[in-house]
């Protein structure tokens, strides 16, 4: 595959309702070459694929994802928002929360990276850590997968709970108002046995690619539509970049 890899960010949410079926499917069909989506818990401990810790944007509904089961998210329209924000006129009302083994059933024909986040608070990390550990597990796809999370502790957790899989420490341009130098994101990640960064694009300067590349470190950057990017990917060793338009993207590389 060519550098820098296209990752579609909660599929090609350009173009459908993220982190849907609907958008993985577009993402393959278009040509990315791997997929990015958030996992949290439902009421029942399912691994569930969606971004919000509530409904409001996407179904206008004001539970909290973590107080229904997946069976009545999986009833759940979260796919018209989209049609009627970009006024496509098609029917996305079929389009609900999926779970994680869903998803994973709709991507047996990537071939490239799986990025899993995460998306946990202070607290439940652990639970939600082991539950996609025991999703993806036995999956043929395990080498494409990198579980990755803002809650760094999460990480140890994930490693614990399944040594074999890749990780990645997420990091917003906000660590730069806590570490005194970039240089420390680095050493933060290794901390917590991170084997890849996954970055905002406005952290990945020349510096930290360069320290990143010496501590043979993979860099992923997120989320950017920008074409600019790619050259700069490429002058700085930066392995993939997650869009919400792969298929624009992909047309520049």
Known sequence: MKKPLIIAHRGDSSHAPENTLAAFRLAL????????FDVQLSKDG???VIHDF???RTAGRREAVAELTA?????????SWFARKNKTGDDLSSQTVPTLVEVLDTLTDCRGPIYIELKCRDTGY???AK???HVIRDSPQLSQMIVKSFKLAAIPAVR???PEVRTAALFAPEIMNILRRKRHIIALAREFSADQLSVHHSLATPKLTTLATDAQMPITIWTTDNPAWLTRCRKR???ALITNNPAKLLSKR
């Open 71 to 79: 069976k009545q998210l999986g009833k759940i329209d979260v796919g």
């Open 131 to 133: 539950a996609v550990c």
């Open 237 to 239: 060793n930066i392995s």
């Open 54 to 56: 509530d409904l409001k």
């Open 126 to 128: 652990d639970e939600l």
């Open 29 to 36: 069909d278009k040509g990315a070459d791997g997929v990015e």
């Open 46 to 48: 399912v691994p569930v």
């Open 160 to 162: 614990h709970a399944l």
